[in-house]
């Protein structure tokens, strides 16, 4: 148990579906992450969060979009995706984010399936 | 963008061995960090390494962090079962402007054979 949860844990999605992954940190953490995990990939980032405010935005295509209402919760709405959007998405936390590493610590991931 | 090889990609191990793995990469950070995942959850931080030479462990884990700052590596000594799942390093350069992404190694699958 990192102190991040992830729900829902899997989701089945068709490709004109929208649906919201949820994350929260109970950690007291200011910054949070996605990151996308794809097979034989390494873990890409994709939007990162200080202080409820977007830091990075690594181009990821426009029908991913990022919600983050305060530093405990983070949102991933998603809508019109493509089946190679499958893949498990992993949230992460970290202390801070700025000018040196703080740890990250990551959730268990929400496996998604898109058909 | 920032590039790390991780090896071996995969290792099949007899229970009670011990196991190195590393990663390279041609440019140089600030931090390395590796990581465990196990199946169906996320990675979970082993060791985090700050200073060019540094000999870090955490149990059976021991990690280094390169003198040139482009590699390091994990050992795990006397393998058991629950060491299987995939390893993971991640590295990190920061500087006067602000700290980039960690960037991912692909995995080392380590599987342990009874």
């Known amino acids: 148990e990192t102190g991040v949860t992830q729900t829902p844990r899997h989701l089945v999605m068709g490709m004109t579906n929208k649906k919201s992954l949820k994350c929260e940190q109970h950690l007291g953490h200011n910054a949070m992450y996605w990151y996308k995990q794809s097979a034989k990939k390494p873990l890409e980032l994709m939007f990162v969060?200080?202080?409820?405010?977007?830091?990075e935005n690594n181009s990821v295509p426009s029908r991913f979009s990022p919600e983050c209402p305060n530093s405990s919760h983070l949102f991933l709405h998603l809508h019109t995706l493509q089946p190679e959007d499958s893949a498990l998405y992993l949230c992460?936390?970290?202390?801070?984010?700025?000018?040196?590493?703080?740890?990250?610590?990551f959730g268990p991931g929400t496996r998604l399936t898109v058909t | 963008g920032q590039q790390l090889n991780q090896s071996p990609q995969s290792m099949f191990i007899q229970e009670g061995e011990d196991v190195s793995m590393n990663c390279t990469s041609s440019s140089i950070f600030n931090t390395w960090l590796w990581y465990k995942q196990d199946p169906g959850e996320g990675p979970v931080l082993l060791i985090a390494l700050y200073k060019a030479g540094e000999l870090t462990s955490n149990g059976r884990l021991t990690a280094q962090f390169g003198i040139t700052r482009k590699d390091s590596f994990l050992n795990i000594s006397a393998s058991i079962p629950s060491d299987v799942g995939i390893y993971f390093c991640?590295?990190?350069?920061?500087?006067?402007?602000?700290?980039?992404?960690?960037?991912f190694g692909k995995g080392t699958h380590l599987i342990i054979q009874p």
């Open positions: 992460a936390s970290s202390q801070d984010w700025g000018q040196e590493l703080y740890e990250q610590y």
């Open positions: 991640a590295g990190q350069l920061y500087s006067g402007g602000g700290a980039d992404g960690l960037t």
């Open positions: 969060y200080s202080l409820e405010e977007r830091v």
